[in-house]
């Protein structure tokens, strides 16, 4: 059974410690999804792991013979070569074996008359066939095309920022690795893409280690996670859903000792106040004491809920319309006599296939892009706040605090108190003592946290979101989810997570490609409901379409031995099952801070809800026989 572990490792970058003395292990088939806000380390741990970077302290102890593959969240390619050829970049046996063959291709078609080629071609045919090179082959086309990659030829350097993303994706899920690390996998895809992605990681040998914010993929891909947390490592059994309850029990439990520590804090700082002369060289424990409290208490502060419902700018009653409004971009017609009215108070997702126009419809409404012909039309009051893709510019020699006072001091919440700029750096995952930090000293994804909170910070009434869940971790999103479930104004965002699309917006505009957009009322993931059940409907109507010039009468089917004796006792399998989800309820409300029992319940549940699914259909196929 191979499995890696990790001991006793610390990195630090400069004056910052990302994470020290941790330990853990992934064994062989483990899912681990690794989350933590942004700059705790998590890209560095996944690089360390993948033998791309060093610790500062540690090993990584892993059998001779073990592979991993990784995708980077901004991988490095060569733009000269081809998609294809890039897929076919690695170190795995197989990968070079291609490779070799290729060229070897390459020389026989150019000198056809020397036999000691073709003899090296008929080799390296024999140990494609011994590899599975061929299926390899394969599958790299079949794996590029569900991304969305249907030009093999074409050139890196040609490719989108997305496309790269996507082809570097394919690189690692073809060699077959013994663990597989994928940094924000699902950035850039389409929700058809992370759809397919989920149940080829479903399916995968290999263990997995995954940094990604989209939440329902973890829940769907994961069985272990792993939480980065002020530089220590907390695992914890299950799924994302799981890490959330037993995450929830552990922070009650902290938050029991730390009513134990605050009243020993309170005798501590009144034995502190009686002076000098009370505080012998005899003392010194209990002050060293008095000072390890201290820090802690001030951690724990920082982590209090702050009231979110800002006051924000007052907004009328004409918020965006566009009427007629027509747009082409890149010979690609974007929006063609397209009417929208957007009201105070409305929550609109926009969704569609990458290349659809979605980002461009969101610069149309915040005046970056003119319309070729239509009308835009604004409303006086409106004070839009656009947190888009690209980033910010930012002095980089400027501490965050300065930065952010830049917008504002203070602002007013909706109940008339203020709150600081140092209160809302803390709100958004900044410490206390970091706020004095140097803008150039903080990663990328804290540069995105601290943009955002600066476009916050300036109490806008119309709050433009563009891919907002790309560059930001599962805790800030959070955090400006719920923002924006207390914010009063309009939120128009462009994102394909569905998750925060189903907390975040109420309607959907979907840009179907050639200018049509649709509009649906409901969350993202009731739209994919109807759409996919349209979609079954429609494949079944092509099914049962009879073929032109058959009148042949289809003979009458029966049900078989088998059918008949399973159609007689699935009525009762399914009452059973039914029986049995409901008990598991029950016991669930029951089972207090009793984790381990909740996630054996919740196992069993969704093991039977999938029974019954499955007893469900089979219902509806056996009555339609037997009604016959």
Do not use: C
Request: zero cysteines; aromatic letters at 8%.
């Amino acid at each position: 059974m191979k499995s890696i572990s990790i001991e006793h490792m610390t990195k630090t970058y400069g004056e910052k410690s990302l994470f020290q003395d941790i330990t853990f292990s992934i064994s062989e088939k483990e899912r681990v999804g690794l989350i933590g806000i942004n700059g705790t380390g998590k890209s560095s741990l996944l690089k360390i792991v993948a033998g791309l970077d060093l610790p500062d302290e540690g090993e990584i102890i892993a059998p001779k013979d073990y592979r991993i593959a990784y995708s980077a969240q901004s991988p490095e390619m060569n733009d000269d070569i081809t998609v294809l050829e890039q897929v076919f970049q690695g170190d795995a046996p197989v990968l070079v074996l291609m490779r070799e063959y290729e060229e070897v291709l390459i020389e026989v078609n150019k000198q056809s008359e020397i036999t000691s080629l073709h003899d090296k071609l008929f080799a390296l045919q024999k140990r494609m066939d011994a590899l599975n090179g061929w299926e390899a082959h394969t599958n790299a086309k079949t794996i590029l095309t569900k991304l969305g990659i249907e030009n093999f030829d074409k050139k890196i350097g040609e490719l989108s920022g997305g496309q790269k993303k996507r082809v570097a994706l394919a690189q690692v899920l073809i060699q077959n690795p013994d663990l597989l690390i994928l940094d924000e996998p699902t950035n850039h895809l389409d929700f058809e893409a992370v759809k397919w992605l989920e149940d080829y990681l479903t399916r995968f040998n290999g263990s997995l280690l995954v940094v990604t914010h989209d939440r329902y993929f973890l829940d769907k891909v994961t069985n272990r996670m792993f939480e980065l947390d002020g530089g220590r490592i907390y695992s914890y059994k299950g799924n994302y859903a799981d890490f959330l309850q037993a995450k929830a029990i552990r922070e009650e439990n902290e938050a029991a000792t730390i009513d134990k520590q605050k009243n020993l804090f309170r005798r501590e700082l009144e034995w502190m106040r009686r002076g000098a002369k009370a505080r012998s060289t005899k003392q010194k424990a209990r002050i060293q004491r008095f000072d390890s409290l201290d820090e802690k208490l001030a951690n724990v502060k920082s982590k209090e809920k702050l009231d979110m419902s800002l006051k924000g700018s007052r907004l009328g009653k004409q918020v965006f319309e566009l009427v007629q409004a027509s747009k082409d971009f890149d010979e690609k017609k974007i929006l063609n006599k397209f009417d929208l009215l957007v009201k105070p108070g409305d929550r609109i997702g926009i969704i569609g296939k990458n290349g659809t126009g979605k980002s461009t419809l969101l610069n149309i409404l915040a005046g970056k892009i003119p319309l070729d012909s239509g009308e835009r039309i604004i409303g006086q009051t409106v004070k839009v706040a656009y947190y888009t893709q690209e980033n910010e510019e930012m002095d980089l020699n400027k501490r965050m605090i300065e930065y952010l006072k830049e917008t504002a001091e203070v602002i007013e919440t909706s109940d008339g108190k203020t709150i600081s700029a140092a209160q809302m750096l803390e709100r958004f995952l900044f410490p206390l003592h970091t706020h004095g930090t140097i803008i150039g000293k903080l990663s990328g994804g804290e540069r995105r946290r601290l943009y955002l909170l600066k476009i916050l910070m300036s109490e806008p009434n119309v709050l433009l979101l563009d891919e907002p869940t790309n560059d930001l971790d599962t805790q800030t999103l959070m955090v400006l989810e719920d923002y924006l479930e207390d914010f009063n104004g309009v939120v128009i965002t462009v994102s394909h997570d569905r998750y925060f699309l189903d907390k975040v917006a109420q309607t959907l505009l979907v840009l179907k490609g050639e200018g049509v957009v649709d509009s649906y009322y409901g969350t993202y993931s009731e739209y994919l409901e109807v759409e996919r059940a349209e979609e079954q409907l429609q494949q079944k109507v092509k099914k049962e379409k009879p073929v032109e010039g058959n009148t042949t009468k289809a003979k009458k089917v029966k049900l078989s031995y088998n059918e008949q004796r399973e159609w007689s006792t699935i009525d009762e399998d399914i009452e059973k099952v039914e029986s049995r989800i409901a008990e598991i309820d029950s016991e669930l409300a029951e089972t207090g801070s009793d984790f381990e029992k909740a996630n054996s319940l919740m196992k069993e549940q969704e093991e039977l809800n999938e029974k019954l699914e499955y007893l469900i259909e089979r219902w509806s196929y056996l009555s339609e026989i037997a009604d016959q």
